[in-house]
């Protein structure tokens, strides 16, 4: 089936170490994004990325890195300067031209705690 | 700037009853406009959308009305079902970056049998 793939679904870390969340679609889609949730604030944007070897930084990119080598995988590394790391992060991918291109669809989340 | 209010949950209902969740927008234009539907453990996934003034969106028996004058994008569903139970995001397209989406907060519904 197509979809999002993200890995792992739950992952601790000690302070001062990086991490990298994992996120690969199947999907055909151009665009890829990273959000981050925390309760009572919704979705904030940290990275996307609209073709191969091209990002853009979000709203809230600062402590983060992206990669996109490849058309399905966009990885996210978690660095030891982002401040406040615990979240729930969700990968999205989307079409860019063409119809339903507003869509977003969505991986299951990685829940980062770091302890 | 950009940002989308929505009514702050939790949201507590009984079965069958009338859910309303209001989301009010603020953006340059008249952006295409979504509600995203997050059960417990999972991602998003799109519920249903409008593109234009006075279009309606509905799916699964919820339907919203993108109402220009009031910049509004309302979720109602007539009658609702425990397994409604789940956070509702509304949101829309920016259209700086091309397929931006600004996020509302969340609001949180439980229904009780």
């Known amino acids: 089936d197509g979809g999002i793939t993200q890995s792992p679904k739950y992952l601790f870390r000690k302070e001062g170490q990086n991490v990298t969340l994992s996120c690969e679609q199947n999907?055909?889609?151009?665009?890829m994004y990273w959000y981050r949730q925390d309760p009572g604030q919704g979705l904030r944007l940290i990275y996307y990325?609209?073709?191969?070897?091209?990002?853009q930084k979000g709203d809230i990119a600062e402590g983060y890195s992206v990669s996109r080598e490849k058309k399905e995988s966009f990885p996210l590394t978690v660095t030891s300067a982002q401040k406040n790391p615990t979240a729930f992060y969700l990968c999205?991918?989307?079409?860019?031209?063409?119809?339903?291109?507003?869509?977003?669809?969505f991986g299951e989340g990685s829940r980062l705690t770091v302890l | 700037g950009n940002s989308v209010t929505q009514m702050e949950g939790p949201v507590t209902l009984s079965e069958e009853a009338f859910l309303t969740i209001n989301c009010t927008y603020t953006?340059?234009?008249?952006?295409?406009l979504f509600w995203y539907v997050q059960y417990p453990g999972e991602g998003l996934q799109l519920l249903l959308k409008?593109?234009?003034?006075?279009d309606k969106g509905s799916n699964k028996g919820f339907e919203a009305t993108y109402r220009k004058e009031t910049t509004s994008f309302h979720l109602e569903k007539g009658s609702v079902q425990v397994s409604d139970s789940a956070v509702y995001f509304c949101?829309?397209?920016?259209?700086?970056?091309?397929?931006?989406?600004?996020f509302g907060a969340g609001t949180i519904l439980r229904v009780k049998s």
């Open positions: 409008a593109t234009k003034a006075d």
């Open positions: 990325s609209q073709i191969v070897n091209d990002f």
């Open positions: 949101a829309f397209e920016s259209g700086e970056y091309g397929n931006k989406l600004v």
């Open positions: 953006a340059t234009g008249y952006p295409s």
């Open positions: 999907l055909n889609h151009d665009a």
């Open positions: 999205a991918s989307s079409r860019l031209a063409g119809a339903n291109t507003g869509e977003l669809f």
